[in-house]
């Protein structure tokens, strides 16, 4: 199965985006492969990455061709206090560690999306919110943020479903190793189908993350079981989205390796988004 379509591409405007990764090279780059259609999603997790995405769009609007490229914007989930608390003390990230659980929001203000022409929005869970560091509280956590973005009326699709950071930030700033989901059958079935069921009815499309997939911090047991997960929501008529999660200026041949990936899952072009009205 070739892949046509790559709707999560960040550049050098997102807090994570690798400073080479200018847009003008990655259309040229992306113009190299099988992609014919893609979308630029920069990171949006507070107010004060509202200025990034504004270089974003002069850059977007900059390329010489782009009737076959979509600017977007990608989301993360915080809570009311992290919000908050990032407007007193700042925060590109947004998220603080501890906390309490709190109500769950999107920093995505209306006048930014229609200022800036934001085409589709794409959200993810990135971080827990106030659950305690164990991988049991973890999945409770990561299931309600999920829960959320498939009820939000302003998200398009949900980013890497059950991704995780292998590593988290101390209060006092030390890096902390976390394998918390070396094991993805500790996430109950309950939760898949709860989640399935949410993103149909609400008309969410679910991603498939090329960077989980050839990501090797979870090992091939994890990688077989995330498999089986993206085919179950398959089975249940979710739809999907495909994206590289490309952060950085060398945008590889992933589309036929991604490809390969998914149709051994029983997935057809048929499954996937075609992306926003032209």
Not at 142 to 167: C, G
Not at 266 to 276: A, N, S
């Amino acid at each position: 199965m070739q892949i046509r379509n790559d709707w999560h591409v960040h550049t050098r405007n997102s807090p994570c985006g690798n400073k080479d990764a200018a847009l003008a090279r990655l259309a040229e780059r992306i113009a190299a492969t099988e992609v014919t259609r893609w979308g630029v999603t920069d990171h949006i997790f507070t107010e004060q990455n509202i200025a990034d995405l504004e270089a974003a769009r002069r850059e977007y609007d900059a390329l010489p061709e782009k009737d076959h490229v979509a600017f977007a914007v990608e989301a993360s989930v915080l809570r009311d206090w992290d919000i908050q608390r990032t407007r007193s003390e700042g925060n590109i990230w947004g998220w603080f560690p501890g906390g309490p659980p709190g109500q769950l929001d999107l920093v995505l203000p209306d006048e930014v999306v229609q200022r800036l022409g934001i085409q589709y929005v794409i959200a993810g869970t990135h971080w827990p919110l106030g659950a305690e560091m164990k991988p049991e509280a973890m999945v409770r956590d990561y299931h309600r943020q999920n829960m959320f973005l498939a009820e939000h009326p302003s998200v398009t699709i949900i980013a890497h479903p059950w991704w995780w950071r292998d590593k988290y930030t101390k209060a006092n700033g030390e890096m902390v190793p976390f394998p918390w989901l070396a094991d993805f059958s500790i996430v109950p079935q309950s939760m898949h189908d709860e989640f399935a069921a949410a993103a149909r009815e609400n008309g969410k499309i679910v991603e498939a993350n090329a960077s989980i997939v050839f990501s090797d911090k979870g090992g091939d047991r994890w990688r077989r079981q995330y498999g089986e997960y993206l085919a179950l929501l398959r089975e249940t008529g979710c739809t999907f989205s495909t994206g590289s999660d490309s952060h950085g200026a060398d945008y590889t041949r992933w589309p036929e390796e991604f490809g390969d990936h998914l149709a051994s899952l029983g997935f057809t072009e048929e499954d996937f988004w075609q992306g926003p009205s032209r």
